[in-house]
T-cell receptor, first 112, second 109 residues
Framework: GENVEQHPSTLSVQEGDSAVIKCTYSDSASNYFPWYKQELGKGPQLIIDIRSNVGEKKDQRIAVTLNKTAKHFSLHITETQPEDSAVYFC???????????FGKGTSLLVTP | NAGVTQTPKFRVLKTGQSMTLLCAQDMNHEYMYWYRQDPGMGLRLIHYSVGEGTTAKGEVPDGYNVSRLKKQNFLLGLESAAPSQTSVYFCRTGNTEAFFGQGTRLTVV
């Protein structure tokens, strides 16, 4: 089955710096790659996603890049703010809703 | 529009006790899922349902049962709770996209 590896497991950055989280996947048939943000005491929430026919997608300070050849995708957060502090999860899927495979998460801390 | 609602939010059980977690959604989604989240393990799929009256096993189904008698509700049952089932449980709905509930923190002592 699909295996999604996520790195790093923890990341600490200064406010205003950029943060990058990387995920690799094993199944070349995967074609949907969402990212979720989980704040303390809450459920994960979708923040951005990308499909395999696109190489990059941006939404304000957040961007996701996809390299299908290398089978990895990354989340980029620019101009980080303390409210970006949370756990971030990547996931990969290949048109099978129940086969949305999650990475183990990255705990991001943005210090003022 | 409440989205995905889980009850209860917190629960402490003694080993051997039983309980049912309820997930209710008002988005008319066919697919519903139960995950558990443990430190360093990410989200692991317990059971899922592709529609009313259907259920299927996920990655870690042992010790849990589920039912989907109504489209809007997905119940997760623990017949005889064990300390290893101490976890945070999340309900999810949606097909490829995922909408999560707020979670249920369960402690089994």
């Amino acid at each position: 089955g699909e295996n999604v590896e996520q790195h790093p497991s923890t990341l600490s950055v200064q406010e205003g710096d950029s943060a990058v989280i990387k995920c690799t996947y094993s199944d070349s048939a995967s074609n949907y790659f969402p990212w979720y943000k989980q704040e303390l005491g809450k459920g994960p929430q979708l923040i951005i996603d990308i499909r395999s026919n696109v190489g990059e997608k941006k939404d304000q300070r957040i961007a996701v890049t996809l390299n299908k050849t290398a089978k990895h995708f990354s989340l980029h957060i620019t101009e980080t703010q303390p409210e970006d502090s949370a756990v971030y999860f990547c996931a990969a899927s290949k048109n099978s809703p129940y086969a949305l495979n999650f990475g183990k998460g990255t705990s991001l801390l943005v210090t003022p | 529009n409440a989205g995905v609602t889980q009850t209860p939010k917190f629960r402490v059980l003694k080993t051997g006790q039983s309980m049912t977690l309820l997930c209710a959604q008002d988005m008319n989604h066919e697919y519903m899922y139960w995950y558990r989240q443990d430190p360093g393990m990410g989200l692991r799929l317990i059971h899922y349902s592709v529609g009313e009256g259907t259920t299927a096993k996920g990655e870690v189904p042992d010790g849990y049962n589920v039912s989907r008698l109504k489209k809007q509700n997905f119940l997760l049952g623990l017949e005889s709770a064990a300390p290893s089932q101490t976890s945070v449980y999340f309900c999810r709905t949606g097909n490829t996209e995922a909408f999560f509930g707020q979670g249920t923190r369960l402690t089994v002592v």
